[in-house]
């Protein structure tokens, strides 16, 4: 077994329920888990992401991976090199060249040579000096003596003495120049090198040669012993692994390519106006693997050539956000527990209780049922955060009640904005959760990853003078277009009013800049744009949030979990979502009690539940479903 298939080192009940939040793990706490030696074998899930750095690393292929941070893309990268045979290992010197000083000559040996050889003219240099030094003197005292005893010119004689001194001083320089300088140094190495180079600059990117203030006049540095190497030397035969590789301005992304195509790379000064740019090495090897990272973005602003050149010499593979949640995978988290509290080294050992706490939290920060979270960096702070509130309580094992306790404290920036944003709204009353309003619905939108936030959407209706316009506030403008289109495919079909002579203002009520999700909004849109055109009310006690298609149906929307949370801080008793969405709901303990969820697969059903009035209501929502449900019948036929 290999990576992630390797069976957790623990006991295991006979016959395992499959509901058990341990997966069958008969232990007491984390002390009780074996963690695997490799980086490779503590790998959790990404199964296709570990096979394919296991075949790469057999064939030296270059690997590009996608996907969301925390995954553990940079832990495979690791592991693949500690999967690389260490034997093939290099040293790297640079020597001053005799015949251009600018043009320092390079030498490669096998790991640990290279110190021997540097010791060796270090050596040589010493015996040579001392040599010099005895010499010197020798010379100093036969002309001091000469001027003192023969000639009797005492100051002549002193002068002549300094002269000589200066020009052993002066040339005994030149014998230091002849030491070569160690860049790349793999004595101590014992598994094949990784440099992560996310976020390098050029220098520390491809290799530097260092300003020198003395060009000239005997204080000079000579230029090979100003080479330093980069991360694409430092990860010969070894991997260079670089996240958010869009990031890379486009002049190292070229140059980069040229290393892995050359499998070489000279090193010279990169900053143009300084002495080092005079300089340029004979080419030093860069014989990596590269593993290129990032989300999808960074796939189409990476430059096209390099992807390609990745492509072609190796793989591309996507990393997985979540996993299925079985009794086997949960007992791998249980050893994630184990791995994070040996990483750091400082952290109690874990409690059972509390390990099922933090399986708890995996399951519910997936955002689908019936997974866990493979977003394992964020998984692993909360880990760190609950480890370290019980170690400043000197508690012997972090239990249930610290991990709970750590879920509050460690929340995203954005967790904590949307609370104290809901807060705030609460005080300026612009919070509306009771009573019945004209042309107002409780939206709802998710404010980044995992926090959601209550956004009141008002629309009004009036007659335009002339073709009528769909006028919303800022950057939401295009997605409250694009939802008024779509409900007035459907308006135009039951109601008397010609939308299309009227003027449909929508505003988004206090909607930040932070990235609202406009599609999610489009069912309480239409719900705003309905209530005015009809001028009937809309319950403010309610909260929503649904796509809407044409036809009338309701499609599902991301983050409902955080958006219902966030109905219910702001004081709503019912929350309408998507039907399609109800499998993804994993709302903590206390909201359950606190809101009312409601599924629904079509507008009509929306209405039905938002507007008050009876009789208009009802029939208003016949004519509806009359309309839309042929028009969906139809469209089921086809
Ligand atoms: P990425 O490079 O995808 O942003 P990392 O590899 O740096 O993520 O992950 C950060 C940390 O999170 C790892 O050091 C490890 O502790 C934990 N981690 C992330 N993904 C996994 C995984 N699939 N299995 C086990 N631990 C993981």
């Not at 230029?223 to 010969?236: C, L, Q, T």
């Not at 359950?592 to 009802?618: F, N, R, T, W």
Request: hydrophobic fraction near 40%; proline fraction near 4%.
């Amino acid at each position: 077994d290999l990576g992630s298939d390797v069976e957790v080192d623990a006991e295991v009940a006979e016959d395992v329920d499959e509901d058990d939040l341990l997966g069958g793990l008969k232990i007491d706490s984390t002390s009780e888990i074996d963690v695997p030696d490799r980086l490779v074998d503590q790998v959790i899930g990404q199964e296709h992401a570990r096979d394919v750095v296991m075949k790469a690393a057999k064939q030296r292929r270059h690997v590009m991976m996608i996907g969301s941070p925390g995954t553990g893309k940079s832990m495979l990268a690791k592991a693949m090199s500690e999967l690389l045979p260490p034997e093939e290992l290099q040293d790297v010197l640079v020597y001053h060249n005799p015949d251009d000083g600018n043009n320092p000559k390079v030498r490669t040996v096998p790991a640990g040579k290279g110190e021997q050889i540097v010791e060796a003219h270090k050596e040589e240099a010493r015996k040579r000096n001392q040599m010099r030094s005895f010499l010197m003197w020798i010379i100093i005292a036969i002309v001091i003596g000469y001027s003192f005893i023969i000639a009797g010119q005492i100051l002549l004689g002193i002068l002549a003495a300094g002269v000589i001194y200066l020009a052993f001083r002066y040339g005994s320089r030149g014998g230091d120049a002849m030491v070569p300088n160690l860049i790349v140094n793999n004595a101590e190495t014992t598994t094949a090198p990784f440099e992560d180079a996310t976020g390098a600059h050029a220098g520390a990117l491809l290799g530097d040669v260092r300003h020198d203030p003395f060009q000239s006049g005997g204080m000079e540095t000579p230029s090979h012993d100003r080479v330093e190497p980069g991360a694409i030397h430092k990860a010969n035969k070894g991997v260079l692994f670089i996240d958010e590789i869009n990031t890379l301005d486009i002049r190292s992304q070229q140059h980069l390519m040229t290393a892995i195509q050359e499998g070489e790379f000279h090193i010279t000064g990169q900053s143009e106006r300084s002495s080092g740019a005079m300089v340029q090495t004979e080419p030093v090897p860069t014989d990596f693997i590269m593993i290129a990272a990032g989300n999808l973005d960074a796939m189409e602003n990476m430059h096209p050539a390099l992807r390609s050149r990745i492509k072609g010499y190796g793989y591309e593979v996507y990393m997985d956000d979540t996993i299925e949640d079985t009794p086997e995978m949960r007992r791998k988290y249980a050893r994630f527990v184990a791995q994070e509290v040996a990483k750091d080294g400082r952290l109690p050992e874990y409690s059972a209780e509390a390990i099922e706490e933090v399986i708890l939290e995996a399951r519910r920060r997936a955002g689908r049922k019936g997974h866990l979270t493979l977003k394992l960096r964020n998984l692993g702070g909360l880990v760190r955060v609950a480890g370290d509130i019980a170690r400043s309580e000197d508690a012997d094992f972090v239990t249930r009640d610290h991990v709970l306790q750590a879920k509050g404290r460690s929340r995203s920036i954005e967790q904590q904005l949307a609370d104290d944003y809901i807060e705030r709204r609460k005080d300026y009353e612009l919070q509306v959760s009771e009573g019945y309003e004209v042309g107002r619905v409780n939206g709802l939108a998710v404010m980044g990853e995992d926090s959601g936030i209550m956004l009141p959407v008002m629309a009004e209706v009036t007659p335009s003078q002339g073709p009528g316009e769909v006028i919303a506030t800022g950057q939401l403008k295009e997605m409250a277009q694009e939802s008024v289109s779509n409900v007035s495919a459907i308006i135009k079909k039951f109601s008397d009013e010609n939308i299309s002579e009227m003027d449909i203002h929508i505003q988004f009520v206090q909607a930040g800049q932070q990235g609202v999700d406009g599609d999610s909004a489009s069912i309480t849109v239409a719900t705003a744009v309905i209530s005015a055109l009809e001028d009937m009310g809309v319950d403010q006690s309610l909260a929503m949030t649904g796509s809407l298609s044409v036809r009338g149906d309701v499609l599902p929307v991301g983050g409902v979990t955080h958006k219902i949370e966030a109905a219910a801080k702001s004081g709503c008793d019912r929350v309408i979502i998507p039907a399609a969405n109800l499998q993804d709901v994993m709302i903590e303990e206390e909201y359950e009690e606190m809101v009312e969820i409601i599924p629904v697969s079509h507008i009509s059903e929306v209405l039905d539940i938002a507007l008050e009035g009876e009789p208009e209501k009802d029939s208003l929502v016949d004519r509806l479903k009359s309309i839309t449900g042929s028009a969906l019948s139809q469209g089921e036929s086809v």
